[in-house]
C-alpha cells in the first residue's frame, strides 16, 4: 500500500533516529545501550473512571543490549526503528508482515536469523509505537483490511466518494487507517452505531437491510476488532454523535471486546484516547438473554476451564466492577454455558434482525 | 575331554556341565621351573595316557561351549585362538607384537561376494618367538595341549579352547589341514607343517613337514580354511580386531579384509605390559574338590608342609595354627586325609584369617596405554582413563579398569555444518540421541557377545551418569556420543558360562568397576561442565558479537550512512568483551593454550589442539602417521634376533622395574579341559567351586 505525501526529515523519522543516538552516545561512553519501554500489560495501566478510559501508567523496562535475555530483542528493536526510517523516507506504508520480511535475513557468519518468525517482529513495532508516543498510521504500518461497514454513511477515500448505503450486503471493508488524512466522513445520516463481533451475523444483518429498517450502521471487525474499526466507530461516535452499541457473543472472549470497545485496551492502552468510546453499550448476548428469549439449554456450550478462568479475570477488573456486570459474568459462570449469536438461529433463520434486535432496541436492554 | 572320562569324577562333570558351576583356577602343582621341554614331555605323557575318545564326537556335542554355535561366531573364534596366542607368545618372550590378520573368501567356483561366503581362510602371523618344530603338530592338531591352563597366571588363553579346536573345527568344516609356518630365530630353519587330527585318537597325523624359505626372521603363521560367515557390525571380526586394538595399543596389527582392504591398527604405546607373574592358590580361592586334589598331588609329605608350600599367604606358623583348628595332625600325609577331616580342613581354611594374596601378579594395561587406545581408534573430544588398585574377590587378585572416549572430535563437529544454509521459519537445529557404546575386556581381550549379563554391564547402567552432565533414563546406558571401556584383569576372570562371554557379578568386582566409573565420569563431568560454562560465557560474547554488526549496520543506516562503523563496532565489542568474563572465558575455553587442571590421565581434544596428556597424543598421532613404527627399536634396544625380553632398563617409570621380565615359556605342558577350564556361578553360591574333576583327572595316575 503506498501513499504519497511530501516531506522532509518527519517527526517520526526523527524519534527514530533517537535510537540510533542512544546506541552510538552509550557506545562512546562506554555504557551499556539502554532503550526505555513503556510497559504494555495490567500491571501498567489504570482505569480512569471519570473518563471511563483505561490508561497507560508511566512504568517503564529497560531493554538493554548486553544483557543476554535482551540482546537479541535490542538487536530487533534497532533493525525495525531502520525499516521504519526507511518508510518514512520513501513514504511508502506498508504492512506489519512486510516489516517482517524487511528486516529478517540470517546474521553473517551465523545460522541465526534476525528474526524467526513475524510474532518476534509485531510487538517490537508497538514497542516503538509506545516508546516514541506516535500512532501506528504515523509509523506508516497498517494492519490487515479486517472489518466490513455498510449503511447510510459516505466516505472520501482517495478522493472516491463511497457511499456505504450503496454497496450491496458486502458493504465497505474498513481500511487499517482512518484518520481524516486518509479517510474523510462527508456525510452520515444514521442513528445509531451497531458493532458486531462476527462477520456470519453483521452477513445476516446486512442481507436483512437491517440498517435500512432501523437508520443504522453495521460495522464488524471479524472478531476482536482491529484498530481501523474501533478508530472509525470513534470517530463516528465523536463525530457524528452516533450511539455505539456492541453486539458480541455471551462469553468471556465476547465480554472483553465490549470492553476493548469501550475502556480501551490494556496492551495499547496509550490509543485509548483515541479509541475507546466510554459510552458504548453493550446489547447482548447477555447471560440473561437464554432465558429471556427462551434460547433452549441444548445450544448453549459448557464453558471450558479457560472461559471460567477468564471469565474470573473480568470480574477482577476495575471496569466489570458495576453491579450490573458483576452480576452479568457470575450469571455466566453459575450456568456453566456460554452462547454462540448463531445459536439464535435456532429459533428461525432472521431470529436475530427480526425478533431479537427490534426487541433489545425496544426494550432498551442494554448494559453499560 | 578324554581325560575327563579316565578319572572318577564322572558325575561331577556331568553336574559342572550342566549347572554352570563356577570354575577356579587349576593349581599350580609348584614345580621348579625346570627346562622348558622336560615340561612339555611331561603333558606329551599325559597325552599319552589318555584314554581314546572320539574328538570329533565330543567337539560336535561342545561347539558352543567353545564359541563355534554358528559360522559367524565360529569365524570370529578361529581368528581370537590366533590372535590370542600370537600376543600371549609375543608378550611373554617380550616381543612387542606385530601381528597380521588375513581373511579370504574361498570359493569353489566363480568369485563370491565377502557376505555371500560361506568357505574363509584365516591366516594369522606374528613376529613371536616360534615354536619349536616338534611340538608343531601337537600344538596345532591335538586337543587340549598347551602351555597356559596349568599355571595360575593373566593370559589370555582363558579364552576358548585353543588353536587345536579352531583346527578341528576347520577340519570338521572343510576337510582342509592347518598349516604352519614357524621359525625360531634368524639362524634356525623356517619349518613348514600341514596336520589335521587324528580324531580317534587326537593325535596328530602330520600331512607335510619341510623346511623353506620365508622372509621372516622370526615368528609364526597358522592358517585355517573354515566353514563361516563374514559380516560386518556387531560382534564381527572387524569390531574385535578393532577393540583388541584399543586395549593393546603396544600391537601393531594389520588386517587384510575378505573384501581385500588392509586396515592398519600402528603400535600407539611402544612399551610392553609388565610381565605378570604367576601366583600358588590362596586358600579362599578354592573350593572343597580342589583342595582334594591338591592334597593328591602335592609333593609335600606332611600337611602343615602342603599347606605353606602349595598355598599363598601361609607361613608354616599359620598351617600348624590351622591343623590344630582343624584337629588334624601337622604331620598328617596329605594324601591320606578325606571325607569328613579333609571338610573340617577345608572349613577351617575359609574360617582363618588370612592376608589377601599378593596382587602383583596381575599386569593391567595401565592408564597411558588405555588412554593412547581409546585416543587412537576413537574421535572424541575427552579421553580419560583409571586403573583401580588391585582388589581381591574370593581369593583372586584382579585390577578393573576403566575408560571413557567422549565427544565428536571438534574438527568433524564442524564438517557437517560447513554448508550454512539459512533456516526457514519453523525449522530447527536437530539433536541425535544416541547411546553410550560400552567395550568390555577380560585380560585384555575384548568382550563381544552376552553384555546385559556381564558385571561391567551392570555396573554402568547403575553408575548416576546424570551426575556427570549426561543424559541417561532410568536403568539404561547413557546418551551422548561416547564409548566406555571397562576391563578386567585377573589371573582368574569368573565368566558367568563356560563360553565366557560376560563376567560374574561378585560384589566385590562390581565395587571395583563401579568406583573406576565413578572416577571416569567424575573427570567427565568435570569436563563438560568446564567445558559448558566457557561455551556459555563464549556463546553470550558471541551473540553479542553477532548482534554488533546488525545493529552497527542499522544505526549507520538510520543516521544516514554517515556513521564511523569501525568505531562503533570496536566501542562496542569492548563493552561486551569487559561484561562477559573477558579472558578468564578465553583461558577456560583453552584459547590460552593452558592445559587442564584437576584432569589427571586425560586429553581432551579442542578445535584448537590437545590438551592433557598431550606428549602421549603426540606419540599416537605421529605412530599412526607412520606405517613401519620407528620407535619400536627404541624400546627393543637394539632390534635383535635374540627375544630378550625387551624391557630390561629401558622403561623407567614404568612398573615392569619391579617385575623383572620373567621367561616362564611352559611350565608344563597340560592338555586343557573344557569343564574345568573356568566355570563359574553367581555369587549366590559363596565359595568358588572349583571343580575337582579337572584336577583330579589331570593328575590322576
Ligand atoms: N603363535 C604362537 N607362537 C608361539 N607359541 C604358540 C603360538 N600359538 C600357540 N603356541 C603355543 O601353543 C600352546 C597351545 O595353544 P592353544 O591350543 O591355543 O592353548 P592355550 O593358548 O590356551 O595355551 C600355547 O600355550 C603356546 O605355548
Ligand atoms: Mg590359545
Given at each position: 500500500m503506498t501513499t504519497t505525501k511530501t516531506k522532509k526529515t518527519t517527526p517520526v523519522e526523527k524519534k527514530l533516529i533517537g535510537l540510533a543516538d542512544i546506541v552510538i552516545q552509550s557506545a562512546e561512553r562506554s555504557k551499556d545501550p539502554t532503550f526505555q519501554i513503556p510497559i504494555r500489560a495490567l500491571s501498567n495501566v489504570s482505569f480512569n473512571e471519570r473518563k471511563g478510559l483505561i490508561e497507560m501508567g508511566s512504568k517503564k523496562q529497560e531493554r538493554s543490549f548486553f544483557n543476554v535475555g535482551m540482546a537479541k530483542r535490542f538487536m530487533q528493536t534497532v533493525l525495525v526503528a531502520d525499516a521504519l526510517s526507511e518508510l518514512q523516507r520513501a513514504d511508502l506504508t506498508t504492512s506489519l508482515r512486510e516489516i517482517y520480511y524487511r528486516t529478517k535475513h540470517t546474521i553473517k557468519d551465523s545460522?541465526?536469523?534476525?528474526?524467526?518468525?513475524?510474532d518476534e517482529s509485531d510487538p517490537v513495532i508497538e514497542d516503538l509505537e509506545v516508546s516514541l508516543a506516535t500512532l501506528r498510521e504515523e509509523l506508516h504500518v497498517s494492519a490487515e483490511n479486517r472489518g466490513s461497514i455498510v449503511g447510510p454513511v459516505i466516505f472520501g477515500d482517495d478522493g472516491d466518494r463511497v457511499d456505504c448505503s450503496k454497496l450491496?450486503?458486502?458493504?465497505y471493508s474498513v481500511p487499517s487507517i482512518v484518520e481524516p488524512e486518509y479517510l474523510?466522513?462527508?456525510r452520515c445520516t444514521a442513528d445509531f452505531l451497531l458493532l458486531v463481533e462476527k462477520g456470519t451475523q453483521w452477513n445476516r444483518l446486512s442481507e436483512d437491510k437491517f440498517w435500512r429498517r432501523y437508520n443504522c450502521i453495521l460495522l464488524t471487525?471479524?472478531?476482536?476488532?482491529?484498530r481501523g474499526v474501533r478508530r472509525l466507530a470513534c470517530r463516528l461516535h465523536e463525530e457524528h454523535r452516533l450511539p455505539v452499541y456492541v453486539l458480541v457473543d455471551n462469553d468471556p472472549w465476547g465480554y472483553y471486546i465490549y470492553s476493548v470497545v469501550k475502556?480501551?485496551?490494556?496492551?495499547l492502552a496509550f490509543e485509548s484516547q483515541r479509541m475507546?468510546?466510554?459510552k458504548a453499550k453493550f446489547v447482548g448476548?447477555?447471560?440473561?438473554?437464554p432465558e429471556r428469549y427462551e434460547l433452549?439449554?441444548?445450544?448453549g456450550i459448557k464453558l471450558n476451564e479457560k472461559d471460567i478462568a477468564r471469565a474470573k479475570e473480568l470480574l477482577n477488573y476495575q471496569w466489570f466492577q458495576k453491579p450490573a456486570w458483576q452480576a452479568e459474568i457470575k450469571r455466566m459462570l453459575a450456568s456453566g454455558l456460554k452462547y454462540e449469536?448463531?445459536?439464535?438461529?435456532?429459533?428461525?433463520?432472521q431470529y436475530l434482525t427480526k425478533k431479537y434486535l427490534p426487541r433489545k432496541l425496544k426494550e432498551k436492554d442494554w448494559l453499560d | 575331554m578324554g581325560k575327563k572320562k579316565d578319572s572318577a569324577s564322572d558325575t561331577e562333570d556331568t553336574e559342572s556341565k550342566s549347572s554352570a558351576p563356577r570354575a577356579t583356577p587349576e593349581?599350580?602343582?609348584?614345580?621348579?621351573?625346570?627346562v622348558k621341554p622336560a615340561e612339555r614331555v611331561t603333558a606329551v605323557e599325559m597325552g599319552a595316557r589318555q584314554r581314546e575318545i572320539s574328538v570329533s564326537e565330543f567337539f560336535t556335542k561342545n561347539r558352543h561351549l567353545l564359541g563355534f554355535d554358528n559360522p559367524r561366531k565360529a569365524l570370529l573364534t578361529c581368528v581370537k585362538e590366533a590372535v590370542d596366542n600370537a600376543l600371549d607368545a609375543c608378550e611373554e618372550a617380550g616381543i612387542l607384537p606385530d601381528v597380521t590378520v588375513k581373511l579370504e573368501v574361498v570359493s569353489n567356483g566363480g568369485p563370491v561376494a565377502p557376505s555371500q561366503a560361506n568357505r574363509f581362510r584365516v591366516t594369522v602371523t606374528d613376529n613371536g618367538p616360534g615354536i619349536v618344530r616338534q611340538q608343531i603338530p601337537r600344538i596345532f592338531a591335538?586337543?587340549?595341549?598347551?602351555?597356559?591352563?596349568?599355571?595360575?597366571r593373566m593370559s589370555?588363553?582363558?579364552?576358548?579352547?585353543g588353536i587345536s579346536a579352531a583346527g578341528m573345527y576347520g577340519q570338521l568344516t572343510t576337510g582342509k589341514p592347518v598349516r604352519i609356518i614357524s621359525r625360531i630365530g634368524p639362524k634356525a630353519a623356517a619349518h613348514f607343517f600341514e596336520v589335521q587330527i587324528d580324531?580317534?585318537?587326537?593325535e596328530p597325523l602330520v600331512h607335510e613337514n619341510k623346511q623353506i624359505d620365508w622372509e621372516q626372521p622370526r615368528g609364526t603363521q597358522v592358517t585355517l580354511e573354515v566353514e563361516g560367515k563374514y559380516q560386518k557390525g556387531r560382534a564381527s571380526v572387524d569390531e574385535w580386531l578393532e577393540q583388541t586394538s584399543i586395549a593393546n595399543p603396544h600391537v601393531k596389527l594389520i588386517y587384510g579384509t575378505p573384501e581385500g582392504e588392509t586396515k592398519e591398527y600402528p603400535r600407539t604405546y611402544h612399551e610392553l605390559p609388565p610381565q605378570p607373574r604367576e601366583i600358588k592358590p590362596h586358600?579362599?580361592?578354592?573350593?572343597f574338590g580342589m583342595l582334594l586334589k591338591m592334597l593328591q598331588d602335592?609333593?609335600?609329605?606332611t600337611l602343615s608342609g602342603f599347606l605353606a608350600a602349595d598355598?599363598?599367604?601361609?607361613s608354616p606358623q599359620l598351617a600348624d595354627e590351622i591343623c590344630k583348628a582343624a584337629k588334624?595332625?601337622?604331620?598328617?600325609?596329605p594324601r591320606e586325609l578325606k571325607g569328613p577331616v579333609a571338610e573340617t580342613l577345608y572349613k577351617t581354611l575359609q574360617e582363618t584369617k588370612i592376608m589377601a594374596?599378593?596382587?602383583?601378579?596381575i599386569s593391567p594395561i595401565g592408564e597411558k596405554a588405555i588412554l593412547a587406545g581409546l585416543y587412537k581408534q576413537i574421535k572424541g573430544e575427552f579421553y580419560t582413563a583409571v586403573s583401580r588398585p588391585p582388589a581381591v574377590y574370593r581369593g583372586n587378585p584382579f585390577i578393573i579398569e576403566a575408560g571413557l572416549a567422549y565427544g565428536n572430535r571438534p574438527q568433524d563437529q564442524n564438517k557437517p555444518q560447513q554448508p550454512a544454509m539459512p533456516k526457514a521459519e519453523g525449522e530447527h537445529e536437530e539433536e541425535d540421541s544416541e547411546l553410550a557404546r560400552v567395550i568390555r575386556y577380560a585380560n585384555r581381550v575384548p568382550l563381544l557377545y552376552q553384555q546385559s549379563a556381564c558385571s561391567t554391564f551392570k555396573a554402568v547402567l547403575s553408575t548416576s551418569w546424570r551426575n556427570y552432565g549426561l543424559t541417561q533414563s532410568r536403568g539404561a546406558i547413557p546418551g551422548g556420543p561416547m564409548v566406555i571401556f571397562v576391563h578386567m584383569a585377573s589371573v582368574w576372570v569368573p565368566f558367568t558360562?563356560?563360553?565366557?562371554?560376560a563376567i560374574a557379578d561378585y560384589d566385590e568386582i562390581q565395587k571395583e568397576i563401579t568406583l573406576a566409573l565413578r572416577e571416569c565420569g567424575r573427570r567427565l563431568g568435570l569436563f563438560i561442565r568446564r567445558r559448558e560454562r566457557a561455551a556459555s560465557e563464549f556463546r553470550r560474547r558471541n551473540i553479542f558479537e553477532l548482534y554488533i554488526e546488525e545493529v552497527v549496520e542499522a544505526c549507520n543506516r538510520l543516521k544516514?550512512?554517515?556513521?564511523p562503523k569501525q568505531k562503533l563496532k570496536e566501542q562496542l565489542q569492548k563493552i561486551a568483551t569487559s561484561r562477559t568474563g573477558g579472558q578468564k572465558t578465553d583461558e577456560a575455553l583453552g584459547k590460552t593454550g593452558t592445559g587442564p587442571e584437576g584432569l589427571p590421565h586425560s586429553i581432551i581434544v579442542t578445535a584448537d589442539g590437545v590438551e592433557g596428556e598431550t606428549a602421549l597424543a603426540t606419540q599416537v598421532e605421529s605412530s599412526q602417521g607412520v606405517?613401519?613404527?620407528?620407535?619400536e627399536p627404541d624400546l627393543l634396544g637394539?632390534?635383535?634376533?635374540?627375544?630378550?625380553?625387551?624391557?630390561k632398563g629401558k622403561t623407567?617409570?614404568?612398573s615392569r622395574a619391579k617385575h623383572p621380565?620373567?621367561?616362564?615359556?611352559?611350565?608344563s605342558d597340560q592338555a586343557r579341559l573344557f569343564s574345568g577350564d573356568s566355570k563359574t556361578t553367581k555369587k549366590?553360591?559363596?565359595?568358588?567351586?572349583?571343580?575337582?574333576k579337572t584336577a583330579v583327572s589331570r593328575k590322576s595316575k
Open positions: 545460522h541465526e536469523n534476525t528474526f524467526d518468525a513475524q450491496g450486503k458486502g458493504g474523510e466522513i462527508r471487525g471479524n472478531g476482536q476488532p482491529p475502556q480501551g485496551s490494556i496492551n475507546a468510546i466510554p448476548l447477555s447471560s440473561a438473554d433452549p439449554r441444548n445450544v449469536l448463531d445459536a439464535l438461529a435456532n429459533k428461525d433463520f | 593349581p599350580v602343582a609348584k614345580r621348579p621351573a625346570a591335538k586337543l587340549l595341549y598347551g602351555s597356559k591352563f596349568h599355571r595360575l589370555r588363553g582363558q579364552q576358548g579352547i580324531t580317534k585318537k587326537n586358600p579362599y580361592g578354592i573350593e602335592t609333593k609335600s609329605h598355598f599363598c599367604r601361609v588334624v595332625s601337622p604331620e598328617a600325609k594374596p599378593p596382587t602383583n601378579c558360562s563356560e563360553s565366557k562371554e544516514g550512512g554517515t556513521l606405517v613401519a613404527s620407528p620407535v637394539k632390534p635383535s634376533p635374540s627375544d630378550k625380553p625387551a624391557s623407567t617409570k614404568s621380565p620373567k621367561k616362564t615359556t611352559a611350565q549366590s553360591s559363596g565359595k568358588p567351586a572349583r571343580s575337582a
